[in-house]
């Protein structure tokens, strides 16, 4: 995972430097702390500047500084990772094996071909020196952040970057959509003077759609956000990237109940004992088990996918006192992480801890706490009759941040001891008040939301952003002392409510609209996902010097959950901690996991109480005054 940024100046009245301020270079620093440099090409005849910066996380291979320039003047940045599509040697860094494909690459067609195959989180930025071609874009889900900005001047300057700094004035940044790949001929801007963007989209290999109206839909979706003296076009040769998934099945079978607001007379008992019944359903039982084998698969790459040790090659185990963990779980004990550290104790070495990372925010007096509303009562009752003897077995006392994500993820513990006691779970209890939010928002973290801005983004953005720094407690022999997490991974459980129906929403939606109308609010979901939390997520996980890294966005993953129709995935008419995520709670289920399997959706903001620190007026779509404040030293 790196920081990548790179300023262009189209003529020489711009200074290069002026665009790209330290502010910036210390927010990339952050992201790669293991090798940073920069590197300016000019082009004089042509009076273009580009300065490339790069900052490195060593995760794979050697380290290998960034910008990579090669003999012929090619310069390229990169921030992703490959776990498919392109061969990486475990000794070798994908960087150098992804530029060393792209010079090989004697055409546009051949460029696309190239993203075409790779599955993985990527952003990256490359300059083609023979064509004063500048390359860049991001990966189909929008999994490694980038922004870009671009001068009031109409043939002055641009920038690209994986984070800013939030300003109230001047030219905004905003993220490059994950529409496609972007070219920008520097030598067609400096002669007509005006700065133009050229659009290659993804496209589904098997659509039905026109290339056309792909085209002509994406270009107004991307325009609308552009100054108005940028242009957009679409490549001449109307080429376009592959979609590295199949697009949604929408099939909707007449058994499965078309008719909005359809309930079933019939509505089980939220139990353990109701999913194993399911999974005496011979077809259900091997759907599942397929689920599980590309989940597996998809965790497996995540977490073997780093340098470990020195021995590396011979795969030994280091010595007992140098064991550290290298892998972390944004972890709530709620079923999305508890599958994730689930199937991740399959693949980490046995003698490697695993961190599991659970924040709080400091709550109230319990006597002040009036939840009304239904779906907190019931979570509520869920803790009380799960969790009624976790205090007395433990003789931990109910504190001020004993929330319910807290007490959900000692409960989520357990069960991880039970299933694999020869693991060390190192649950790491967070812990948040309310000066220090407020302290590290004004330092650092309204600059990584930034450029988003609602109240739901800071939320998340803070609970997020203390939860991946991974500084807390741990308990040893009964006392808790003082933990930092050096884990350079941490996984995240996003994309399984986006999936899998988990959301509030789509009950809401599901009961207006009925199969069809929740099968068109899944499409919508993975469609904005990049702009609405991935890049976000990114900026905040990668402030810590971590990579994040998403499971259930995994290509492989998506694209056979997308095979499969609504029905199998979720059932609506199922009551909460059953019906939504069916699929997945019947495969922690099948590989072991007990009481998390029916715990209903919580979400972070909610669970981790953050919310609870604000106005009980905001809405999570209003604008949030709190990350406008200036910045403090």
């Known amino acids: 995972m790196c920081g990548i940024c790179c300023a262009v100046t189209l003529s020489g009245q711009h200074a290069i430097r002026g665009f790209f301020n330290e502010d910036i270079l210390c927010r990339l620093k952050r992201r790669g702390p293991d090798s940073s440099q920069q590197l300016i090409k000019t082009a ?26 090669d003999a012929n003047n090619n310069v390229f940045l990169w921030n992703g990772e490959i776990f498919n599509g392109v061969h990486v040697g475990n000794l070798e860094n994908d960087t150098e094996v992804m530029f060393h494909h792209l010079t090989l690459c004697s055409s546009e067609a051949d460029i696309l071909s190239l993203f075409s195959l790779l599955q993985g989180p990527w952003s990256f930025i490359y300059y083609q020196a023979s064509r004063h071609s500048l390359w860049f874009g991001r990966d189909y889900f929008g999994r490694r952040s980038l922004l870009w900005q671009f ?26 959509p994950a529409s496609g790949i972007f070219k920008i001929d520097l030598k067609a ?61 929408k099939t909707i079978s007449e058994a499965s109940g078309e008719c909005p607001g359809t309930v079933s007379n019939f509505i089980p008992m939220v139990s353990v004992e109701t999913l194993e019944g399911f999974l005496a359903e011979e077809h259900k039982k091997n759907l599942v088990c397929q689920f599980i084998d590309v989940l597996s698969e998809a965790v497996k790459r995540r977490v073997l996918s780093l340098f470990r040790d020195e021995n590396q090659k011979t795969r030994e185990v280091p010595s007992v006192s140098n064991r550290k963990a290298h892998v972390a779980v944004l972890f709530s004990g709620g079923i999305d992480s508890m599958v994730i550290a689930a199937l991740a104790d399959k693949h980490v070495p046995l003698g490697e801890p695993i961190d599991l990372l659970n924040v709080a925010f400091m709550i109230k007096e319990r006597a002040k706490q009036k939840d009304t509303t ?16 976790l205090d007395a077995k433990t003789g931990a006392h109910l504190s001020y941040f004993d929330v319910p994500d807290r007490i959900t993820g000692r409960a989520g513990l357990k ?48 609970a997020i952003w203390f939860a991946s720094r991974g500084e807390g407690f741990i308990s040893n022999q009964g006392e808790l002392k003082p933990y930092k997490s050096p884990a350079k991974v941490v996984l995240s459980g996003i994309g399984a409510d986006e999936q899998l129906a988990g959301y509030s929403r789509h009950r809401v939606c599901f009961k207006k609209y009925g199969l069809k109308g929740l099968n068109k609010e899944l499409e919508m979901e993975l469609g904005r996902i990049s702009s609405r939390n991935l890049g976000r997520d990114d900026r905040i996980i990668g402030d810590h010097g971590k990579e994040a890294r998403f499971p259930f966005l995994d290509e492989d993953v998506v694209s056979f959950l997308n095979s499969l129709p609504i029905s199998e995935k ?7 901690g059953i019906g939504e995520k069916l699929i997945l709670r019947l495969a922690a ?21 953050i919310a609870k620190l604000e106005s009980s007026s905001e809405k999570a779509s209003d604008t949030c005054s709190r990350l406008k404040l200036p910045s403090v030293d």
């Not at 004089?44 to 320039?69: A, K, M």
């Not at 290339?211 to 040769?237: A, C, F, Q, T, Y």
């Not at 239904?374 to 003897?389: F, M």
């Not at 979720?570 to 909460?576: E, G, Y």
């Open 415 to 462: 069960e991880l001891e039970a299933i694999n006691p020869s693991r060390t779970w190192n649950f790491v209890e967070i812990n948040v008040t309310p000066e220090e939010l407020n302290k590290m928002r004004r330092q650092c973290i309204n600059h990584l939301i930034y450029p988003l801005d609602t109240v739901l983004d800071d939320s998340i953005g803070c």
């Open 189 to 249: 801007c400096t002669t007509t003077k005006s700065l133009s963007l050229t659009l290659f989209p993804w496209k589904y290999s098997c659509t039905e759609k026109p290339v056309e109206e792909i085209i002509i839909n994406v270009l107004d979706e991307v325009s609308k956000d552009l100054p108005n003296h940028i242009r957009l076009v679409m490549n001449e040769s109307k080429l376009c990237l592959r979609a590295p998934v199949v697009p949604l099945n």
């Open 589 to 609: 289920r099948e590989f072991g996991l007990t009481a998390s399997t029916i715990l209903p959706k919580r979400a972070v903001q909610f669970g981790s109480r």
């Open 374 to 389: 239904e779906e907190v009562q019931l979570d509520w009752l869920w803790l009380q009759e799960s969790c009624q003897d």
């Open 570 to 576: 979720a059932d609506l008419n199922l009551p909460r």
């Open 44 to 69: 004089s005849d042509l009076s273009y500047e580009c300065l490339f910066s790069g900052h490195v996380l060593h995760l794979r291979g050697l380290v290998t500084p960034q910008p990579l320039e």
């Open 151 to 176: 001068s009031n001047e109409v043939d002055s300057a641009f920038c690209l970057t994986s984070v800013s700094v939030y300003s109230e004035s001047g030219n905004q940044w905003q993220e490059v």
